[in-house]
């Protein structure tokens, strides 16, 4: 995932290379100039418009060198008591104008301003609804003082996101898991009303808001399954509130319900051929190689090779004897002690690499400067296994080896040896593909873990061998 989604567009052409622009509240981001426009080049420049973007949004907002300064607060207060109404009484659509409205306010030239001054003082369009106005006003006033301002949507969503993100910084949850959460918290405090109880939690508004999200779909502001994934986290925050404060939140009846449930869309892999996996393997240098290899050797994604401590490898017999760090992860979430090891024989090539580039102390594998071969921050995430990828696949497409819309991620390369397993002739190698993959539920509740199976060895040996592997 889910983080938010690159939205770059297309690159312009600058010099040899090209790079990528965007405008924000009238102020332009020019990323640096790359060689070439790749998967990896477009990250590094969304990442640097991100740290931009966040760095402009947290000076604050010049006001214009005008005498209206005074009306700009006022009617800013104004604004502000009607959102504060339209989410106290739970109207989202109304909310959503005054919400839009109110960022635009230190800047808005001087005709809009007024016509907007007109507006929340009481006069439009010839007609009074001051009452209307002065009401509201008090009424969101009356509502806020009776409302517990420990229980409304903002505060509990930003207590249980610091709680994900110190878990995610003490290593028992990763990032990604954080930043999903926060966006889909953000997503239904936003529809439901920052500032309203959760006491009024019911099950309209678990209706309501599956509305929202089906409509969001339907108007392509989001995909199916980041919906799913943000009705996911929404029920879970909402189980961990209930459970926490029993005697004030309310469990609505429909919250998990199979009615208001957002099926997901399942998304066909493609995997690697053995042609493709051939060529990478071929013209990468020895270490890349040797990522590429483990990957495809043991399942691993780059924070698994990431995370190999000398601790976990047989260094005698060739082994690596560890659960995914995904699994890791879990196991501490849950309160579990010993995840789940798998042991993996070692192909002779990769176990050849292995001991020419693996650190005996600390972490197997590190970058140059002595680091961690991935970091991860709340809004970066900086992956030296994906870069070195990215620079081979560009190498690769420059020779003309490669087409240039060619994008197979490497996320792939794992699902690539489940689907060679899984497809095996041979019964005993294609019941394999779950170990490979660390997710054997026997392995989880009833056979033990960490030992060789002799088995399994030969099934990971014929994988090897489809792909030309020794």
């Known amino acids: 995932m889910a983080r938010e989604a690159i939205n770059l567009g297309q690159p312009v052409k600058h010099g ?20 070439h426009e790749t998967r990896e080049n477009k990250r590094e420049a969304w990442r640097e418009f991100v740290h931009w973007r966040e760095e402009r949004l947290a000076r604050p907002t010049p006001l214009p060198q005008d005498n209206l300064t005074l009306i700009r607060q006022a009617v800013t207060q104004k604004v502000q008591a009607l959102l504060d109404h339209a989410e106290l009484t739970a109207n989202p659509t109304e909310a959503a104008v005054w919400r839009d409205l109110l960022p635009d306010i230190p800047a808005m030239d001087r005709d809009n301003l007024f016509r907007l001054t007109a507006l929340v003082a009481g006069e439009y369009r010839g007609k009074d609804h001051t009452t209307v106005i002065e009401d509201r006003e008090k009424s969101a006033a009356r509502m806020k003082q009776a409302t517990a301002s420990d229980l409304t949507a903002r505060h509990l969503a930003d207590e249980y996101t610091r709680r994900l993100l110190r878990k995610a910084e003490s290593g028992r949850m990763s990032y990604g898991n954080y930043g999903q959460a926060k ?11 920052a500032v309203r109880s959760l006491e009024h939690l019911s099950e309209k508004a678990v209706r309501d808001y599956t509305e929202h999200l089906e409509q969001r779909i339907a108007a392509e502001d989001l995909s199916r399954n980041t919906a799913h994934r943000y009705q996911q986290q929404f029920r879970t925050w909402i189980d961990y509130l209930v459970e926490n404060y029993p005697d004030d939140i309310p469990r609505p009846k429909n919250l998990r319900s199979k009615s208001q449930l957002i099926p997901k869309q399942r998304k066909e892999p493609d995997p690697f051929t053995v042609e493709e996996v051939t060529l990478l393997l071929k013209h990468a240098v020895p270490r890349t190689r040797l990522f590429l290899l483990l990957m495809l050797n043991c399942g691993m994604y780059q924070g698994d090779i990431a995370d190999l401590t000398p601790a976990e490898i047989d260094w005698q017999a060739g082994r690596v004897v560890r659960a995914r760090s995904k699994t890791k992860r879990q196991a501490e979430t849950n309160g579990a002690t010993q995840p789940v090891k798998v042991n993996w024989l070692l192909w002779r090539t990769t176990w050849e690499l292995f001991q ?37 696949v560009a190498k690769l497409k420059r020779k003309r080896l490669l087409p240039e819309k060619w994008n197979k991620t490497l996320k792939v390369l794992r699902k690539t040896g489940a689907n060679l397993l899984e497809k095996a002739e041979n019964p005993i190698y294609a019941q394999y593909y779950n170990l490979y993959l660390s997710s054997s539920v026997a392995k989880q509740s ?25």
Not at 20 to 28: A, D, F, Q, S
Not at 183 to 193: E, K, N, Q, Y
Not at 368 to 388: F, H, I, P, W, Y
């Open 356 to 392: 020419q580039f693996a650190h005996r102390d600390g972490f197997c594998f590190r970058t140059e400067g002595g680091g961690r071969l991935v970091t991860q921050k709340t809004s970066t995430r900086n992956d030296a296994v994906r870069s070195a990828y990215s620079r081979l």
């Open 183 to 193: 966006s889909a918290l953000d997503l239904f405090v936003a529809f439901f009303g």
């Open 16 to 35: 040899k290379g090209v790079r990528w622009t965007r405008m924000v509240g009238g102020e332009r981001w020019v990323s640096k100039t790359y060689p």
């Open 446 to 470: 009833y056979l033990t873990s960490g030992e060789p199976v002799p088995s399994f060895d030969l099934a990971v040996g014929w994988l090897g061998k489809q792909m030309g592997i020794n």
